[in-house]
């Protein structure tokens, strides 16, 4: 896993001279991470692919555009959430609530336990920006700090939110 | 936070990571991606520079013209004439270096 300070020199040096070589590097390093979020957030594989790699794309042509006031993995978290949105906009919310649950569930269910399975149920009943704040933190392990930027709310909002949404789901799991 | 609050969300960690596994690296993902990836611009000069460029090459050249129309010949030649075609050729020199230099760099 690269630190923080090689991700910046990654985007530095595919700002200044669009090395091919440190984005490659960059993809491999952020690919794993956005699609499981995106598993979370209740994309299919399918368009999970395609959203990773359009954020990529996006990544890559405003790469000069990147200021370095936040780290780069924020920034590409940033640009999936938003397509991410676009996405179930684009599908419709009726659609997308029946959808998330089949798309959730078709995860891996030969291997899933029951509490998993259970979770993926629960996850895909809260609204698209709780279940936002619940798979950055309890999934992909992000800090407030960095889920603030992402979501662009304010830390004291992202906790209260980010509460508020465990209680939901643990009494979706508990009903 | 208390210590029940902290066990509470460590066990929702638990339960949301085995409900979402880590998929595996897909190296084909990757390898599309970076065949998708579009050239960039390869532009040496952006507008406002090649604008700037231009209208000092214009200026340049009527300088030059305005010069050899009034300069005097032979003994009328005088200190200050000199001078001034000589700051006029390092402007031109100063400005076209900066030009080459940029596209030395670029290459």
């Given at each position: 896993m690269l630190s923080k300070i090689e991700q910046v020199a990654l985007m530095a040096r595919c700002a200044a001279f669009d090395d091919r070589a440190a984005f490659a590097r960059l993809?491999?390093?952020?690919?794993?991470?956005?699609?499981?979020?995106?598993?979370?957030?209740?994309?299919?594989?399918?368009?999970s692919r395609d959203i990773v790699q359009e954020t990529f794309l996006k990544m890559w042509i405003n790469a000069r555009s990147f200021k370095g006031l936040s780290s780069p993995r924020t920034w590409?978290?940033?640009?999936?959430?938003?397509?991410?949105?676009?996405?179930?906009?684009?599908?419709?919310?009726?659609?997308?609530?029946?959808?998330?649950?089949?798309?959730?569930?078709?995860?891996?269910?030969?291997?899933?336990?029951?509490?998993?399975?259970?979770?993926?149920?629960?996850?895909?009943?809260?609204?698209e920006y709780d279940r936002r704040l619940l798979v950055l933190f309890h999934i992909n392990e992000m800090s407030i700090k960095d889920i603030a930027k992402i979501t662009e709310m304010q830390q004291g909002t992202v906790k209260s939110r980010l509460s508020r949404?465990?209680?939901?789901?643990?009494q979706k799991l508990e009903s | 936070?208390?210590?029940?609050?902290?066990?509470?969300?460590?066990?929702?960690?638990?339960?949301?990571?085995?409900?979402?596994?880590?998929?595996?690296?897909?190296?084909?993902?990757?390898?599309?991606?970076?065949?998708?990836?579009?050239?960039?611009?390869?532009?040496?000069?952006?507008?406002?520079?090649?604008?700037?460029?231009?209208?000092?090459?214009?200026?340049?050249?009527?300088?030059?013209?305005?010069?050899?129309?009034?300069?005097?010949?032979?003994?009328?030649?005088?200190?200050?004439?000199?001078?001034y075609c000589m700051a006029l050729s390092l402007v031109g020199l100063l400005w076209m270096g900066s030009i080459f230099s940029r596209a030395l760099r670029t290459c």
């Open positions: 993809v491999e390093e952020y690919e794993v991470p956005l699609r499981r979020f995106l598993m979370g957030m209740g994309v299919d594989y399918e368009t590409v978290y940033r640009i999936a959430t938003n397509l991410v949105h676009d996405h179930f906009k684009d599908r419709g919310t009726e659609d997308t609530d029946l959808a998330q649950v089949t798309n959730l569930v078709s995860i891996d269910e030969s291997h899933a336990t029951e509490s998993a399975i259970d979770a993926r149920h629960a996850l895909s009943l809260v609204d949404a465990r209680s939901l789901i643990r | 936070m208390n210590s029940n609050d902290t066990s509470r969300e460590h066990d929702l960690d638990k339960i949301l990571q085995s409900a979402v596994p880590v998929p595996q690296p897909d190296p084909w993902l990757v390898r599309q991606t970076l065949n998708r990836l579009p050239d960039k611009s390869t532009r040496l000069f952006s507008i406002p520079e090649r604008i700037a460029y231009l209208l000092t090459l214009i200026l340049q050249i009527a300088l030059w013209i305005v010069l050899f129309r009034s300069m005097p010949t032979g003994e009328d030649m005088i200190m200050n004439i000199m001078i």
